[in-house]
């Protein structure tokens, strides 16, 4: 938390903090960590506070680590002080502190998104890939858990040998849902066009999926598995509510970002973000979400109002 401007801090939060007094409601304090990732965490901590903060129900603090390869013992971080923890980190182990704070702060309950590369992290660390449910790269293999993927109705576990996580071409692809009863997705079409991004498949882990939320087809032609592959879903982790998407590969520029300005990522990242924290999701399902058939942008990272158009 060093690293932070306060005064900048401060605006941004009475920022957001007027935005949420207009919506009526107390905000949900969130903590998204980061600082280290093989993407493009830059832009995308920006991306993912303003989506959760414009929606104007939550207030996003900022955990920095220090640069790849310098010293990560100052690196503590206090967890407990938020109901929602939003995983944006891809790098060096934490110190001891900070993972044990972050095991009991989800062992108590706490609210946590997994965001897209977060689950290539910690390959070593039990409870975290437990966290995450499904994870991939960074030495994952058959010690790591099985192969997890849809087929024939079911989610499969698979514990043949072979390479955790891999992904083809980012390509737009179709999202299935798995179930119809989890509040996350009450109300949203059972298929949606995703955006351009990565689909992320033959993730290995514990596999203690709690509800799959969304597979996709991960299409040979592409440099896929040909497995209905899990993207989105929840993880029974101790009295943790979890949220992990693997959706949102972050682009190279806030403005050319076209995984994350997808509506459906953004809405299911909203959604789940508030289960998450509340164990209830209050927002309506917008009416530019989009189908089957077309996919639908929120360049700007907020939902049009009627008021804004
Ligand atoms: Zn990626």
Known sequence: MKHLNMRKLLLLASAALIACTIYGRKPIKALLVTGQNNHNWEVSRYVLKDILEQSGLFLVDFAISP?????????????????????????????AETMSNFEQYAQKGGGIVVYHAADNSFPKWEAYNEICGLGG????????????????????KDYSPGNGGSHGSQHEYMMNSRTNAHPIIKGLP??????????????????????????????????????????????????????????????????????????????????????AATGKVTQKVPKDFPSSSYITYRHNYKEQTDESQ
């Open 190 to 275: 059972n298929r949606w066009a995703h955006a351009k991004d990565e689909l992320y498949d033959r993730m290995r882990g514990p596999a203690n999926i709690d509800a799959l939320l969304y597979t996709a087809y991960s299409d040979t032609d592409k440099g896929g598995s040909g497995r209905e592959e899990p993207l989105i879903f929840t993880v029974k982790y101790g009295k943790a509510r979890i949220f992990h998407t693997m959706l949102g590969h972050c682009g190279a520029t806030y403005e050319n970002n076209p995984a994350m300005q997808c509506t459906g990522f953004q809405v299911l990242l909203l959604r789940g973000a508030e289960w």
């Open 137 to 156: 790269w960074e030495g994952r293999n058959e010690k790591s858990g099985p192969y997890a993927y849809w087929s024939n109705g079911e989610l499969v």
């Open 67 to 95: 640069e790849r390869g310098k010293d990560m013992s100052g690196f503590i971080v206090d967890f407990s002080p938020y109901s929602l923890v939003i995983l944006d980190y891809n790098g060096a182990p934490w110190p």
